[in-house]
Structure formats: C-alpha cells, structure tokens
C-alpha cells in the first residue's frame, strides 16, 4: 500500500506540473484550450528572460538547467560557442513545438502535452 502511494507520488512528481491544466491555461492565450506556434513562443522568450540570470543576452547551458538534451542542445547550438541567443532558443522552441505536434494539426492538445515530446516542449516554455 505505502509502495503504490509512493509509486503515485512518484508518478506525479515525474508527469510533473507540465501537464496541469492551470498552467497550461495560462500560456493559452487565446482560451481555445491549445497552444499554437505564437503561444509556445511567448512562453519560451518569458521563460529566456526568467533563465537569463547574469543578463549577458545569451543562455548558457548551465543557465538552461538541462532543459534542452545533450542531442536537441548541439542542434539548438551550431556555432558551439556554447550559448544560445533569444533567437536560437526561439528556433529550439518552434523545433521542438514540431516534434511535439504529433497529429500536424499545428497546435498542442493536452494529449500531446503528456507525450515525451510534449514535456521536451514544456521544458522550453516553463
Ligand atoms: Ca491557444
Ligand atoms: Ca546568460
Ligand atoms: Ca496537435
């Protein structure tokens, strides 16, 4: 019993607050229960500047605290100065808003949002 609690707690923790529906609300602008390309990228030039901590204009990969994988951050990073500009994590976020968008329709469903892609995106607007 106290396993399959502690198995439940776990679960959450991992599924994490990327999938609550309030903060999925507050990024869906427009209220129409699904995040577009536009709100995705609001999302992620908030969240730049919130990482952003030494103000320098750019991310470093300890700023970014692991949100981008080893893989997407060398793509995310072609010149390998190891720092990504408001426009590279832009581009990472309309990449990974592509991956995630499963069924092409050009928008995020909750459903999609609980898909690995989906929480890669999250990782990226939060
Ligand atoms: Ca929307
Ligand atoms: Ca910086
Ligand atoms: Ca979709």
């Given at each position: 019993m106290r396993i399959a609690a502690f198995a439940a707690a776990f679960a959450a923790l991992i599924a994490g607050p990327a999938l609550s529906q309030s903060r999925l609300r507050a990024f869906d602008v427009d209220k129409n229960g699904?995040?577009?390309l536009a709100e995705a990228k609001r999302a992620a030039n908030a969240t730049f500047d919130r990482l952003?901590?030494?103000?320098d204009g750019t991310l470093s990969r300890k700023e970014l605290r692991g949100r981008l994988s080893r893989q997407h951050w060398?793509?995310?990073?072609p010149d390998k100065d190891g720092t990504l500009t408001r426009e590279e994590y832009l581009a990472a976020t309309e990449r990974a808003f592509k991956r995630a968008d499963i069924d092409g329709d050009g928008a995020i469903?909750?459903?999609e949002f609980r898909t690995p892609k989906g929480r890669a995106l999250m990782r990226l607007m939060k």
């Open positions: 699904r995040i577009d952003e901590r030494d103000k060398m793509t995310a990073n469903e909750t459903k």
